[in-house]
């Protein structure tokens, strides 16, 4: 099955408050993110690395989901102001005593909240059908998340860092083994940065 990392701990420079918390049809951000993404039949872990307003985003993934979803551990990234690529590491370093019970590790950005749960699933099947080592989602050739890599791929994915330009690193050494599955879906392209792309959002999310 899958482990999936959602790096939810930035600082949210270019938007007026934290974006993640940001209320998108009466529900944050964050909650939109997590409820598709453990939809998905082929995620079996859910690993929520916080920062910036660790309580508050903690809280709130608490509040919506309950106690009732055990696939979600919520960790602390005490180095989240050096970039997402700490959060990821701290993410994927926390799977490495049950790394065995998973043949891939998605990537998906805590503000990348317009996935329909089929597309987690679409992407899923096609990386482990094809036995490359990654897979990324993408909508009339432009890539964008998820990002499922190989378990195979731990000591890369434990090694990347903001200064060797974190997965895209990653990415670019298995180029060749690499999937890109294009899914008909702009959602996959869709994050939220400024308060400018809840227009885009809002025009091309089908969800």
Known sequence: ???????????????PWNKLLYLFDGEPVIIRTVKNISSSRYVSRII???????????????????????RIRIIYNSE???GMSTSI???????????????????????VAWVHPGIYDYVSMRFLESGKKIAVASYRGRRGHPIVFSSDLF?????????????????????????????????VLLDLDTVLDLNRVKEYSWR
């Open 89 to 111: 590491k701290k993410g994927v370093e926390s799977l490495q005593g049950e790394l065995h019970l998973f043949r891939g590790i998605m990537v998906n950005p805590g503000d």
């Open 155 to 187: 000591i890369d994915l434990t090694g990347i860092s903001e200064e060797s330009r974190g997965l895209k690193a990653v990415v670019e050494k298995y180029i060749s083994e690499t999937l890109v599955v294009e899914t008909g879906y702009p959602g």
């Open 48 to 70: 929520i690395v916080t920062g910036h307003e660790s309580d508050k985003v903690s809280e709130t993934v608490k509040e919506f989901m309950g106690g009732s979803e055990k």
């Open 1 to 15: 099955m899958i482990a999936c990392i959602i790096p939810a701990a930035g600082l949210s420079t270019r938007f």
């Open 80 to 82: 989240y102001a050096r």
